[in-house]
């Protein structure tokens, strides 16, 4: 019967893999052994001589054997009997993670395979052999976890320092002579910051893909991470999204990256942002603006750049004069026999529609002679300014309500949690069924908690986001045809919402309540290229103070 060894030969860094590197040495050492063995089973009938041997090995490859090609191959032979004794130059080559050795020893037990340890001088065809090996296997594990510790601690250690850690990225490489310093890459800064700036005006990353390939921009002819091989190729949309959240651009490490989210960890185990001591290449504002419009799209589920192309700035403000209950306005598109889109503001309850651009240029016009009147500018800014702050103020101090809440919900989980360590094991069943309705009806409480938190946040950033400077809302009057269309969405809009009142659209004019005053546009006249509006002074009703339009 001809009988099969496996020779397994594995080391964890790729230099080893040399003419005089450690594989090399422990493929010799096998052979050297698989040698002396046939020669010693000639002379001993408890021995038998082996027919050939297989070799198997891996190299940068990692500890964990899923990550072990050769090694899963060598697994495959064993059960197909192809295999009769797995040899290798020590115990640890193998494996030093006791589960995984033990799935190891079932299958070789399993399929009568021996394992033979040169290092250790024992094989598992011996009742002592097998005992040696798990013992001996207790000490690797135990060696391997102190070894991953030390290393998991030093790197913790010098990312505090501000001295970067982990592999290289995009944009910056590191100092050969000052371990943990990154140097700024010219060429793919330029690339990193074209990434940022083709987000901001596609607000798609497979869009941003596009726009790079078509500029003929290729990954670094290098070796980065993963599986980068150094050769230049097209930008891949993960590369590019972790590209555009990697806060290292703006000098920040994130360390445990991973562990995002993840609570109740240990400083070195847990996420953590740390300022490191290289030099930013992407501009705070422009970092942010990125984060910002990520967050929108993945919550609306829909591309928010895409979305500003047609704006309807009018929407909120436009009723209808004529029907029951003055519904508003909706809108809508339509497209001509020539695929040209048109955009209607429309009536939902008697149809009445007139086209989106006519209507906005008309009070875009009036806006612009209103420019003229400093005192409604001023009266106008000062309401601006008021209804900003209120609103801003009572965002913030609900968002200080719910972070106190917070708080106390933390402690009332500590407080249950500590009940734990001080019950008697004789009332273990009840705590537990009491326990887990607490623990139900805090998890409850802490995730509304949470989701509150992000709206208002959500609802602080867009009102920042959408603060209209009173100089600059002042020029933008003088000159709104020009400015409006560059605006962001929000801005726009809570420049047009705090000039004008209220449109009320009746069968021949159009109303535009702004201030005091009412300006009427003659329906007849909204598509000619002689665009006029009539000028018409508000008259009050005695019963009260508030501006009314004339009957």
Same mark, same amino acid.
């Given at each position: 019967?001809?009988?099969?060894?496996?020779?397994?030969?594995?080391?964890?860094?790729?230099?080893?893999?040399?003419?005089?590197?450690?594989?090399?040495?422990?493929?010799?050492?096998?052979?050297?052994?698989?040698?002396?063995?046939?020669?010693?089973?000639?002379?001993?009938?408890?021995?038998?001589?082996?027919?050939?041997?297989?070799?198997?090995?891996?190299?940068?490859?990692?500890?964990?054997?899923?990550?072990?090609?050769?090694?899963?191959? /060598? @697994?495959?032979?064993?059960? /197909?009997?192809?295999?009769?004794?797995? !040899?290798? !130059?020590?115990?640890?080559?193998?494996?030093? +993670?006791?589960?995984?050795?033990?799935?190891?020893?079932?299958?070789?037990?399993?399929?009568?395979?021996?394992?033979?340890?040169?290092?250790?001088?024992?094989?598992?065809?011996?009742?002592?052999?097998?005992?040696?090996?798990?013992?001996?296997?207790?000490?690797?594990?135990?060696?391997?976890?102190?070894?991953?510790?030390?290393?998991?601690?030093?790197?913790?250690?010098?990312?505090?320092?501000?001295?970067?850690?982990?592999?290289?990225?995009?944009?910056?490489?590191?100092?050969?002579?000052?371990?943990?310093?990154?140097?700024?890459?010219?060429?793919?800064?330029?690339?990193?910051?074209?990434?940022?700036?083709?987000?901001?005006?596609?607000?798609?990353?497979? !869009?941003?893909?596009?726009?790079?390939?078509?500029?003929?921009?290729?990954?670094?002819?290098?070796?980065?991470?993963?599986?980068?091989?150094?050769?230049?190729?097209?930008?891949?949309? /993960?590369?590019?999204?972790?590209?555009?959240?990697?806060?290292?651009?703006?000098?920040?490490?994130?360390?445990?990256?991973?562990?995002?989210?993840?609570?109740?960890?240990?400083?070195?185990?847990?996420?953590?942002?740390?300022?490191? +001591?290289?030099?930013?290449?992407?501009?705070?504002?422009?970092?942010?603006?990125?984060?910002?419009?990520?967050?929108?799209?993945?919550?609306?589920?829909? +591309?928010?750049?895409?979305?500003?192309?047609?704006?309807?700035?009018?929407?909120?403000?436009?009723?209808?004069?004529?029907?029951?209950?003055?519904?508003?306005?909706?809108?809508?598109?339509?497209?001509?026999?020539?695929?040209?889109?048109?955009?209607?503001?429309?009536?939902?309850?008697?149809?009445?529609?007139?086209?989106?651009?006519?209507?906005?240029?008309?009070?875009?016009?009036?806006?612009?002679?209103?420019?003229?009147?400093?005192?409604?500018?001023?009266?106008?800014?000062?309401?601006?300014?008021?209804?900003?702050?209120?609103?801003?103020?009572?965002?913030?101090?609900?968002?200080?309500?719910?972070?106190?809440?917070?708080?106390?919900?933390?402690?009332?989980?500590?407080?249950?949690?500590?009940?734990?360590?001080?019950?008697?094991?004789?009332?273990?069943? @009840?705590?537990?069924?009491?326990?887990?309705?607490?623990?139900?009806?805090?998890?409850?409480?802490?995730?509304?908690?949470?989701?509150?938190?992000?709206?208002?946040?959500?609802?602080?950033?867009?009102?920042?986001?959408?603060?209209?400077?009173?100089?600059?809302?002042?020029?933008?009057?003088?000159?709104?045809?020009?400015?409006?269309?560059?605006?962001? @969405?929000?801005?726009?809009?809570?420049?047009?919402?705090?000039?004008?009142?209220?449109?009320?659209?009746?069968?021949?004019?159009?109303?535009?309540?702004?201030?005091?005053?009412?300006?009427?546009?003659?329906?007849?006249?909204?598509?000619?290229?002689?665009?006029?509006?009539?000028?018409?002074?508000?008259?009050?009703?005695?019963?009260?103070?508030?501006?009314?339009?004339? !009957?």
């Amino acid at each position: 019967m001809e009988k099969t060894v496996a020779l397994y030969l594995r080391v964890s860094t790729k230099h080893q893999d040399t003419p005089e590197g450690s594989l090399i040495s422990q493929e010799q050492r096998l052979i050297e052994w698989y040698d002396y063995h046939n020669s010693q089973a000639k002379h001993s009938k408890e021995k038998d001589p082996y027919s050939n041997y297989v070799i198997y090995k891996d190299v940068e490859t990692g500890t964990k054997a899923s990550k072990r090609p050769s090694y899963n191959r /060598m @697994l495959a032979d064993i059960k /197909m009997g192809k295999i009769h004794t797995v !040899a290798a !130059a020590s115990i640890s080559r193998l494996n030093r +993670n006791l589960r995984e050795f033990y799935e190891l020893y079932d299958i070789t037990q399993q399929h009568n395979v021996d394992i033979f340890s040169q290092k250790e001088s024992f094989d598992t065809s011996t009742a002592i052999g097998r005992a040696i090996l798990k013992f001996m296997l207790v000490f690797y594990e135990l060696e391997s976890e102190q070894t991953s510790e030390r290393g998991r601690d030093n790197r913790y250690a010098r990312a505090k320092r501000g001295l970067w850690v982990t592999s290289t990225v995009t944009g910056y490489k590191k100092d050969p002579e000052k371990p943990g310093q990154l140097i700024p890459i010219a060429s793919e800064v330029e690339t990193v910051n074209l990434i940022f700036d083709l987000y901001l005006k596609h607000g798609s990353i497979s !869009a941003v893909k596009k726009a790079l390939d078509q500029k003929g921009v290729l990954t670094p002819a290098r070796k980065l991470t993963g599986a980068n091989t150094g050769k230049p190729k097209s930008f891949g949309t /993960m590369t590019i999204s972790r590209i555009l959240q990697n806060k290292v651009y703006i000098g920040i490490q994130q360390y445990q990256k991973g562990k995002r989210g993840i609570e109740g960890l240990q400083p070195g185990d847990a996420y953590e942002e740390i300022p490191g +001591n290289w030099k930013a290449i992407v501009e705070q504002d422009k970092f942010n603006q990125v984060q910002f419009l990520l967050i929108k799209n993945k919550e609306s589920n829909t +591309n928010q750049v895409k979305k500003k192309v047609k704006v309807f700035e009018l929407s909120s403000l436009i009723k209808c004069g004529v029907c029951k209950g003055k519904p508003k306005y909706t809108t809508k598109s339509g497209t001509s026999k020539t695929k040209k889109i048109y955009y209607y503001y429309s009536c939902p309850s008697c149809k009445k529609t007139f086209r989106a651009d006519i209507l906005e240029k008309e009070i875009t016009t009036i806006l612009e002679k209103l420019s003229k009147n400093k005192q409604l500018i001023k009266r106008l800014l000062k309401e601006y300014d008021n209804s900003y702050n209120h609103e801003l103020s009572e965002l913030k101090n609900r968002l200080s309500q719910l972070c106190e809440e917070e708080k106390e919900i933390e402690k009332e989980i500590q407080t249950e949690t500590e009940k734990f360590s001080q019950l008697e094991e004789t009332n273990l069943e @009840l705590f537990k069924k009491q326990a887990l309705k607490a623990h139900d009806a805090l998890k409850e409480r802490y995730d509304a908690n949470q989701n509150s938190k992000l709206e208002v946040e959500q609802k602080i950033s867009e009102a920042e986001f959408s603060e209209v400077n009173p100089k600059l809302l002042s020029e933008i009057l003088k000159n709104l045809s020009q400015i409006l269309p560059d605006l962001p @969405l929000l801005t726009r809009k809570a420049v047009l919402s705090q000039v004008i009142a209220q449109i009320t659209v009746f069968n021949k004019k159009i109303e535009v309540r702004v201030g005091e005053k009412i300006y009427n546009i003659n329906f007849k006249k909204i598509a000619s290229t002689n665009k006029k509006f009539v000028e018409a002074t508000i008259e009050r009703d005695r019963r009260d103070s508030n501006p009314r339009p004339p !009957a």
